[in-house]
């Protein structure tokens, strides 16, 4: 009796997951000093690899960068499940927010070749919005729960703020400046306690009438 057998779907192999993992953390440090220039052959040198295998795991300079890109969003969006457990909401989402502005300030480079690729694929650029987008809401919606931030603010409007925060990051001095504006925002999202109530005026006693002139 003919029968045609199940495809077997295999894992990869341990020693090609850590290969295309070096790859990946190369790639970021090389990157982060180089820009989207620089070559491949150092990416594969700093990973210990041959240019063959980064060449199997990445056919083309732009799917190294869409793999870099994709990782360090999800890394981001792991961040974020980290910190929903921290005991203080508001200052979770804060911590998360700031390290958003530290990974622009310390990967300038590799943010200007992520860029590239980030800017040529609508289907990239919606996932790391809607990845980032979920992080956010996971923090705002446990300190919304708290009571101490307002309700009326959603994720994607954190994320357009974050996003220009950072706009001038080829500027000196600008993390500074990007920081003091985060901690700003952060802190106009709190719930204000109520004013407290003036307290009450003593009644003003009567006065003595004038005399009347004749």
Known sequence: MSGSSPEI???????????RERVLEAAKAVFSAGGSEASLEAVARRAGVGIGTLYRHFPTREALYEAVYRREVEQLGDLAEQLVNAPEPVEALRRWLRANVQFVATKKGMVAALALVAAGSSELHAYSFDRLTKAIGTLLARAVA????????????????????????????????????????????????????????????????APRQA
């Open 146 to 209: 708290a009571g101490a931030i307002r309700d009326d603010i959603s994720a994607e409007d954190v994320l357009r703020a974050l996003i220009g925060m950072c706009y001038m990051h080829d500027q000196p001095g600008w993390q500074t400046t990007a920081l003091r504006l985060l901690d700003v925002f952060v802190d106009g999202l709190r719930v204000q306690p109520a004013a407290k109530a003036a307290p009450a005026q003593p009644a003003k006693k009567a006065g003595r009438k």
């Open 9 to 19: 779907v295999r894992k990869p192999r341990a020693d090609a997951v850590r290969n």
